[in-house]
């Protein structure tokens, strides 16, 4: 059932693409950063009304400059300077960024059918959202690849660390988004304000905050405790797939046969991943 929850998540999330895209206004990553985390943290914070206590306030820190500062900052910053393929190839590489830690520090064993699925599951961005055409910019991949990094990094940490005994997950998740928000928030200096927001971008940014933060992250980090980290962070490449199906249906675009295998084979990868019993095909 936690697994089923899970995957909610990477579905809300790839209707953030059309989002950002489509509603916000250009030029804006770190505004859009810290709308999606500081007001998501402050409203579970006020409903949790729990501050870390001691070596946590350290933990605490750690994991929001990972999951949220250097995730959110660096994954706006590529979606802005990079086509939304590239992005989300770079993006989507953090599956493989977690096989790469969770040996060491979280003691999984790797079963070789998910490195496979996550090297199958990242062919699949590339054939789902890459177009010939693709511009690709320097600082833009190294956005990318940070993001990429800091939610792997994030991810296996998270797992680690898991909560303090007697504190629930919901307070955890509010001291992330908080301190990740405010982290962010002194880059708002070099970037500045817009001058006005439309009605239109104003519910872009609440949409972002209430579901792709606030609820999406409820339901992930409650997971990610529950389940194995390598098999939760294989849900990601769910989100591009989302966001092709909304470009196709409901923006009017059309899907390549390039495309279409692309799906496949993150759908492969998904069922690769999860379906082979622990016991076998070990590295």
């Known amino acids: 059932m936690e697994f089923l929850k899970a995957a909610i998540v990477p579905v809300i999330w790839g209707t953030t693409y059309v989002v950002t895209s489509e509603v916000l206004p250009p030029g804006r990553p770190i505004l859009a950063a810290v709308l999606r985390a500081l007001p998501a943290g402050l409203l579970l914070l006020l409903w949790q009304r729990r501050l870390p206590q001691g070596r946590w306030w350290a933990k605490a820190t750690t994991l929001a400059l ?59 961005v590339a054939a789902l959202t ?45 001291w992330q988004l908080t301190l990740g928000g405010l982290m962010l928030t002194p880059f708002l200096a070099w970037e500045g304000l817009p001058e006005r927001l439309t009605g239109s971008q104003i519910a872009g940014y609440a ?56 799906g496949l084979a993150i759908l492969a990868a998904l069922v690769l991943a999860q379906g082979v019993p622990r016991r076998r095909s070990r590295i």
């Not at 079963?111 to 199958?120: E, N």
């Not at 600082?139 to 939610?151: F, K, R």
């Not at 792997?152 to 509010?174: D, F, H, I, M, Y």
């Open 207 to 262: 949409y972002l905050c209430i579901f792709g933060a606030l609820i999406a992250y409820m339901i992930w980090f409650k997971a990610l405790a529950a389940l194995d980290a390598v098999r939760i962070s294989l849900l990601a490449p769910i989100a591009p797939l989302v966001a092709t199906l909304i470009g196709v249906f409901y923006v009017g675009e059309s899907l390549s046969v390039v495309q279409a295998l692309g």
């Open 130 to 174: 890459l177009t010939p055409g693709a511009h690709l910019t320097l600082p833009g991949v190294v956005a990318g690849l940070a993001a990429s990094v800091c939610m792997g990094t994030g991810t296996v940490l998270a797992k680690k660390w898991g909560r303090p005994e007697g504190v629930s997950q919901l307070a955890v998740t509010s």
């Open 66 to 124: 990972f999951n949220f500062t250097g995730f959110f900052g660096f994954l706006f910053l590529a979606a802005y300077m990079l086509p939304n393929g590239v992005a989300s190839v770079l993006t989507n590489t953090s599956p493989l960024v977690v096989m790469a830690l969770a040996p060491a520090l979280l003691g999984t064993r790797l079963q070789l059918s998910q490195v496979v699925a996550g090297l199958l599951a990242v062919c699949g």
